[in-house]
């Protein structure tokens, strides 16, 4: 196998970060290529992606997923071409969904490799809109929020993969007001483009104020929460009666010390629930899924952005460039052509 490459490259965990991470926390380094097995495949990856969960892995703190290791590549989705196969349900030039990201070549068992279709989208579409963030907008709205045709819906952090998705889901499926958060001006308009009925910068004063005022009279019934912190506490007070909170994420929080919510006390007589939830929990739904927003996009009621960085040696700045907001709709990795 004359072709098969003997060494690619990758991102390490070089230290634990403290707080924000920064570019010394990486390490590029090059490593042998494992040889392939029977049932494995050897896939180039061309586009990674970089979220917000991953910072949580970086601690070396007991959660939900194991943490990253140090002197280890980091890991995170990606699509690639599959470059050789010792799987019978793999053949070089197919493009596929996996969880090996951070490296040029990852060594996969079959299994783990699922084969997508890039005449239906991009490649890059299956690590959002097609991928798991749409499955976390999708199931956090719909089955742990409950969503309601009519709902008032409110989304933090809206310009984000993730909350992006939520509110133009909310607005397919028939939501009365859809309201959102974001972090400047150009991403406040970007929201009121996709559809949102109302937008606010949170910088611009106390997210309560602009909450209550974007709400008016009708309150909200349903928050998807992507960030926490003052956030949380704000839907908890412009919240109504037997409002559904979907607990996403709290970017907020992932590099500083938590903040409140001090009104959670609020949630009891107003009889709100709240639902953390890990979109893994609802597999169940990825077909349902795929069939609505595959619908969806087709139909122009959903729109998605990307932001590409090129470059696995640049893959940490767009991580941390991400973490503080830099990004429009979903960050993407370019790894190769």
């Not at 634990?16 to 926390?25: A, F, I, K, Y």
């Not at 490649?123 to 976390?136: D, E, K, P």
């Not at 009121?192 to 611009?204: S, V």
């Not at 169940?284 to 069939?291: I, N």
């Amino acid at each position: 196998m004359s072709s098969y490459p003997e060494t690619g490259r990758e991102i390490q965990l070089a230290s634990r970060p403290e707080g924000w991470p920064t570019e010394q926390n990486f390490r590029l380094a090059e490593v042998p290529v494992p040889e392939l097995q029977d049932g494995q495949v050897l896939v180039r990856n061309l586009h990674m992606s970089v979220d917000p969960y991953m910072r949580g892995r970086m601690n070396d703190a007991k959660s939900y997923v194991p943490p990253f290791q140090l002197d280890a590549p980091l890991e995170g989705g990606a699509v690639g071409e599959v470059v050789e196969s010792r799987s019978p349900d793999h053949m070089p030039g197919d493009k596929v969904l996996h969880g090996l990201g951070w490296r040029d070549y990852a060594v996969l068992d079959g299994p783990r490799a699922r084969v997508i279709d890039t005449d239906a989208a991009p490649a890059s579409a299956y690590l959002g809109v097609l991928g798991m963030t749409g499955q976390t907008a999708y199931a956090g709205l719909t089955k742990v929020a409950e969503f309601r045709e009519g709902d008032v819906v409110f989304v933090s952090g809206a310009a984000g993969a993730v909350g992006s998705l939520v509110g133009q889901i909310a607005k397919a499926m028939g939501a009365k007001k859809v309201i959102g958060s974001a972090g400047s001006a150009e991403k406040v308009q970007r929201l009121l483009d996709l559809g949102f009925d109302e937008a606010f910068n949170y910088h611009d004063g106390p997210v309560k104020d602009a909450l209550k005022k974007a709400a008016g009279a009708d309150g909200i019934d349903v928050y998807f929460d992507n960030v926490g912190g003052e956030h949380l506490e704000a839907a908890l007070s412009v919240m109504n009666k037997f409002g559904r909170i979907a607990m996403c994420g709290a970017i907020s929080q992932y590099n500083d010390a938590p903040v409140g919510p001090r009104n959670l006390a609020i949630a009891i007589g107003k009889e709100i629930t709240l639902r953390g939830f890990l979109v893994g929990s609802y597999n169940q739904y990825a077909d349902e899924f795929a069939s609505l927003m595959t619908g969806w996009l087709q139909e122009g009621l959903v729109r998605y952005d990307e932001t590409f960085v090129d470059g696995l040696e640049n893959s940490p700045q767009a991580f941390i460039d991400l973490m503080k907001g830099a990004n429009k709709g979903k960050m993407v990795v370019n790894l190769g052509k």
